[in-house]
């Protein structure tokens, strides 16, 4: 091979590397739901002596974004996969079906289940099928921290 044809493969390899580069750039910066992923929980109390704990795990499978949902307490064990849709600033978690561990039924259709929104760094809670036990925490507030 001569030099002229050595240097327009090498160019022609280059410039395949900088496009496969950059679209991997623009489908990684396009991916509002990655700074989702992890655990949210919260949890609350109402005397006499009844508690109830929220956990969401976010993960990204294959390439969508599912939230495995898992609430335990007084009189309850629930456990649901959901869908994750949404952006940067907030995201909703939709219904999709019931996790193998689960007794307690809440829906079984694609409703919105919890929404969350970014306030500051702060994360707002929506409620929608799944409610709070007390009464008083059912308003858009802050309650899921991000623990992982």
Same mark, same amino acid.
């Given at each position: 091979m001569d030099t002229k044809k050595r240097?327009? $493969?090498i160019s022609?390899? $280059?410039?395949?590397?900088?496009l496969l580069g950059y679209a991997l750039y623009k489908n990684i910066a396009r991916d509002d739901l990655f700074k989702w992923l992890g655990w949210y929980e919260f949890s609350e109390y109402c005397p006499p002596n009844m508690n109830m704990f929220y956990s969401v795990n976010i993960i990204k499978e #294959?390439?969508?974004y599912t939230a495995h949902i898992y609430i335990d307490g007084f009189q309850t064990m629930t456990r649901i996969k959901?869908?994750?849709k949404g952006g940067e600033k907030s995201i909703q978690l939709l219904f999709k079906e019931y996790l193998d561990d689960n007794v307690y039924s809440i829906t079984n259709e694609k409703n919105v289940l919890l929404s969350f929104l970014l306030d500051g760094s702060e994360i707002l809670t929506v409620w929608g099928e799944i409610t709070?036990?007390?009464l008083d925490n059912n308003r858009i507030? #802050?309650?899921f921290i991000r623990t992982q």
């Amino acid at each position: 091979m001569d030099t002229k044809k050595r240097n327009i $493969m090498i160019s022609m390899c $280059m410039i395949l590397f900088m496009l496969l580069g950059y679209a991997l750039y623009k489908n990684i910066a396009r991916d509002d739901l990655f700074k989702w992923l992890g655990w949210y929980e919260f949890s609350e109390y109402c005397p006499p002596n009844m508690n109830m704990f929220y956990s969401v795990n976010i993960i990204k499978e #294959k390439r969508q974004y599912t939230a495995h949902i898992y609430i335990d307490g007084f009189q309850t064990m629930t456990r649901i996969k959901a869908d994750v849709k949404g952006g940067e600033k907030s995201i909703q978690l939709l219904f999709k079906e019931y996790l193998d561990d689960n007794v307690y039924s809440i829906t079984n259709e694609k409703n919105v289940l919890l929404s969350f929104l970014l306030d500051g760094s702060e994360i707002l809670t929506v409620w929608g099928e799944i409610t709070p036990m007390v009464l008083d925490n059912n308003r858009i507030d #802050k309650f899921f921290i991000r623990t992982q």
